[in-house]
């Protein structure tokens, strides 16, 4: 059995260095194991959620392709 460095709460930086060691299927059951988790969403994000859809339904012209929107947010003007 592998020895797990003892550590009470770790960085952020310190999980991403141990999850990198992991192998691939280590890595998959962790993923598995996250998405397991029951995540509560505040309904405060659930509803501007709903609004956001909203918008969009009622005035779909607002929306712009991925890429689009990718390229006007990193262009340097």
């Known amino acids: 059995m592998e020895s797990v460095p003892q550590v009470s709460k770790p960085t952020f930086n310190q999980l991403k260095e141990l999850v990198r060691n992991l192998s691939s299927a280590e890595k998959l059951r962790l993923n598995d ?25 009622l005035n779909p012209e607002r929306l712009i392709d991925w890429d689009a929107a990718v390229d006007l947010l990193t262009r340097n003007d």
């Open 33 to 57: 194991f996250i998405w397991e988790e029951n995540i509560e969403i505040p309904s405060e994000h659930q509803i501007l959620v709903k609004e956001r859809k909203e918008k969009s339904r």
